[in-house]
């Protein structure tokens, strides 16, 4: 199994920045990806931005591009989501995924994760 702890959520202004990690654990091969997820409420989920774990590779939904960066730091297990200027559209509960399939921690998947964290909130005030 695969356990994920969210960091890093809070509150900025907007056009501010925030530092999301994501900590795992648990068996490698089924952490083959790593994605960011949002839900605002009263939204279904997106996906945010994708990395693979075995060559980098990264995605991002169009709405962030430009403005967000993940990154993974392999020896300490960790994922980050770098935001940079952020919008007051930005705010939602914001988790973390893994799975072995990579396929499945693209934005725009259909077939989600299935690995979760426990997620962490980001506002932006305008």
């Known amino acids: 199994q695969v356990q994920l702890v969210e960091s890093g959520g809070g509150s900025v202004q907007a056009g501010g920045s925030l530092r999301l990690s994501c900590a795992a654990s648990g068996y490698i091969y089924s952490r083959n990806c790593v994605g960011w997820f949002r839900q605002a409420p009263g939204k279904e989920r997106e996906g945010v931005a994708a990395?693979?774990?075995?060559?980098?590779?990264?995605y991002y939904t169009d709405s962030v591009k430009g403005r967000f960066t993940i990154s993974q730091d392999n020896a300490n297990n960790t994922v980050h989501l770098q935001m940079n200027s952020l919008k007051p559209e930005d705010t939602a509960m914001y988790y973390c995924?893994?799975?072995?399939?990579?396929?499945?921690?693209?934005?725009?998947?259909?077939?989600?994760?299935?690995?979760w964290g426990q997620g962490t909130q980001v506002t932006v005030l305008s």
């Open positions: 990395i693979f774990r075995i060559g980098g590779t990264t």
């Open positions: 995924a893994a799975d072995y399939e990579t396929r499945r921690c693209v934005p725009g998947t259909i077939a989600l994760p299935h690995f």
